[in-house]
């Protein structure tokens, strides 16, 4: 917004990856994205609908907002906590698990636990629980790391932090070690925003701009579901049909390799057997 606001840059358009625009939308869409991957029986889904989503369409059902129902509360909550204790890698749930380390489990100076903001809204009790033991550990001076029931090879970490690299970013060695999940910091953040709309629309003010936005297909923790509704929701205006979008691999072979759909102002594309990007 203060990109467009200034005359002196010629700001054309933007790309979100993995936008999480709506934390409604997001929470909605993981329910969804569990049953329509098969993540929950087909009984717990009738339950949830039963529970929750009275008067409204199931495919735009605002789980949330029922949140104040017990019923609602608890099996949506049971839904949600597979990001966590699944068994699969929630970034990507079809990813091969390398690490099956125990959430909560500890070993020489660490201790691993799930990203405390996964319960922020879903979960205050818990999220309060989760908060507290990362602070408790980092008075301590004890690592926290991220952890699922399932995890996959960090590359990012080991890179960030030989020493070689280190020099070269310049980072004193008083700076503690890369991790690609700060807990503490994410116990401790606070949205500005629990909504992007107003910001969206502050943007399409500027005719020229052109906004594209982009998620993985099997990426639970920021669903393409929830991104799509939300899109609908503020440019419902779709300029042609959703089409496939397809790529040569190494061998020359056309693959496809997700969906498009180009609304009048943003164009939403999925990305086909991708996680969190």
Partial sequence: VHLIADSSINFKGLIVGNAYSSIIGNNNAQI?????????SDTQWKNILSSCCKGQQESYCNFTASFGIPSCLSQ?????????????????????????????????????MPLPSLFKYQNKKKFLERRRMTELAH?????????????VNDYLGPYMNRKDVRKAFHIPESVPKFAECNNYLNAHWDNQ????????RKIFQKKDIRIQLYNGDVDMVVPYLGEEKFVESIDSK????????IYKDENNVMQLGGYLQPFSRITMVSVRDAGHM
């Fill in 238 to 245: 779709a300029l042609k049909e959703r089409t496939n979008w």
């Fill in 32 to 40: 969804h994205f569990a049953y329509h991957h098969a993540l929950i």
């Fill in 76 to 112: 949506s909550q049971a839904v949600l906590e597979i990001v966590d204790h699944g068994g699969f890698f929630p970034y990507n749930i079809y990813e091969t698990c390398t690490d099956n380390s125990d959430p909560g489990g500890v070993s020489g100076n660490t201790i691993r």
């Fill in 139 to 151: 008075e301590a001076g004890i690592n926290v790391e991220t952890a699922f029931t399932c995890n």
């Fill in 193 to 200: 925003y629990a909504n992007m709309a107003s910001t969206y």
